[in-house]
């Protein structure tokens, strides 16, 4: 079975925006994905209806093959902007990741076992801030509460790591840290991820799978090795398009 079905996603906005086009894809256990795409190609909104953010006009989304329908606490989420609690720890951030595994009272009354206090520690281990766990995440660069931030989608255990242009707001040399620590993480945890990047030249490092959108539409599927720049400039300008250098120096 695989480990995400998507089968003939269509998403439409309103009456005219076609957003998702007949989308169908299938993921095995531990992939790491890289959805590539121009602006407004749809990649966000495919995110979204991965993690049940987002109902489809038409199709399905089947996870360990269970359709989603509506938020799954084994689907996690990174965003593009940090979204940390600044005036927290990266431990205490990082611990918030089992709040979505808890129970509703455990929530409330913020309690944690011993084993959620153990799993914060690991993933802070996994994304190199273990020694960096007591500092409050307000004092940390861009990069460092990105990687906050996927730890925290590691405590919280998923089936499915989400990441919707996780490094878009770092300098490349953060960017590519970040894409680093996230892709050693799942494949510390056979954990299946896709990331959308609009950065070809820092995806293409570590996706082992490209997925180009454009238009609604997947126009890619391969390996890095078939990621040529015929191929990039097809994804982002249609066949025939303009200069793909311009999109690889981007
Ligand atoms: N909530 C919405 N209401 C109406 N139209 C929307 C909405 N969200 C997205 N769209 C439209 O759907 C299409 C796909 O948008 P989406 O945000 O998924 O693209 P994207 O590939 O993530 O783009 P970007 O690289 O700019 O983030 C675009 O035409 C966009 O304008
Ligand atoms: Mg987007």
Request: aromatic content about 6%; glycine content about 10%.
């Given at each position: 079975?695989?480990?995400?079905?998507?089968?003939?996603?269509?998403?439409?906005?309103?009456?005219?925006?076609?957003?998702?086009?007949?989308?169908?894809?299938?993921?095995?256990?531990?992939?790491?994905?890289?959805?590539?795409?121009?602006?407004?190609?749809?990649?966000?909104?495919?995110?979204?209806?991965?993690?049940?953010?987002?109902?489809?006009?038409?199709?399905?989304?089947?996870?360990?093959?269970?359709?989603?329908?509506?938020?799954?606490?084994?689907?996690?989420?990174?965003?593009?902007?940090?979204?940390?609690?600044?005036?927290?720890?990266?431990?205490?951030?990082?611990?918030?990741?089992?709040?979505?595994?808890?129970?509703?009272?455990?929530?409330?009354?913020?309690?944690?076992?011993?084993?959620?206090?153990?799993?914060?520690?690991?993933?802070?281990?996994?994304?190199?801030?273990?020694?960096?766990?007591?500092?409050?995440t307000g004092s940390m660069s861009g990069g460092q509460k990105q990687r906050v931030g996927i730890a925290r989608a590691l405590v919280q255990n998923p089936a499915l790591l989400l990441a919707d242009e996780p490094v878009a707001s770092l300098d490349p040399k953060a960017a590519t840290e970040v894409m680093g620590y996230m892709r050693s993480?799942?494949?510390?945890?056979?954990?299946?991820?896709?990331?959308?990047?609009?950065?070809?030249?820092?995806?293409?490092?570590?996706?082992?799978?490209?997925?180009?959108?454009?238009?609604?539409?997947?126009?890619?599927?391969?390996?890095?090795?078939?990621?040529?720049?015929?191929?990039?400039?097809?994804?982002?300008?249609?066949?025939?398009?303009?200069?793909?250098?311009?999109?690889?120096?981007?």
């Amino acid at each position: 079975m695989p480990a995400v079905s998507v089968q003939n996603l269509r998403k439409t906005y309103g009456e005219d925006v076609v957003a998702l086009e007949d989308i169908s894809f299938e993921i095995e256990q531990g992939e790491f994905v890289v959805v590539l795409g121009p602006s407004g190609a749809g990649k966000s909104t495919l995110l979204r209806i991965l993690n049940g953010l987002t109902t489809p006009t038409e199709g399905s989304v089947r996870i360990n093959g269970e359709e989603v329908h509506g938020r799954r606490s084994d689907v996690a989420m990174v965003f593009q902007l940090h979204y940390v609690i600044e005036s927290m720890s990266a431990y205490r951030n990082a611990l918030t990741g089992a709040l979505s595994r808890a129970g509703l009272l455990e929530s409330m009354l913020t309690w944690y076992d011993e084993d959620d206090k153990h799993a914060a520690l690991d993933a802070l281990d996994t994304v190199g801030l273990l020694s960096e766990a007591e500092q409050r995440t307000g004092s940390m660069s861009g990069g460092q509460k990105q990687r906050v931030g996927i730890a925290r989608a590691l405590v919280q255990n998923p089936a499915l790591l989400l990441a919707d242009e996780p490094v878009a707001s770092l300098d490349p040399k953060a960017a590519t840290e970040v894409m680093g620590y996230m892709r050693s993480a799942a494949k510390e945890r056979n954990l299946t991820t896709i990331a959308s990047l609009h950065q070809v030249n820092i995806g293409r490092e570590f996706g082992d799978r490209f997925i180009g959108i454009r238009d609604g539409k997947v126009v890619f599927d391969g390996t890095e090795e078939d990621l040529t720049m015929e191929a990039v400039d097809d994804i982002y300008y249609g066949e025939g398009g303009d200069d793909p250098t311009e999109v690889l120096s981007a």
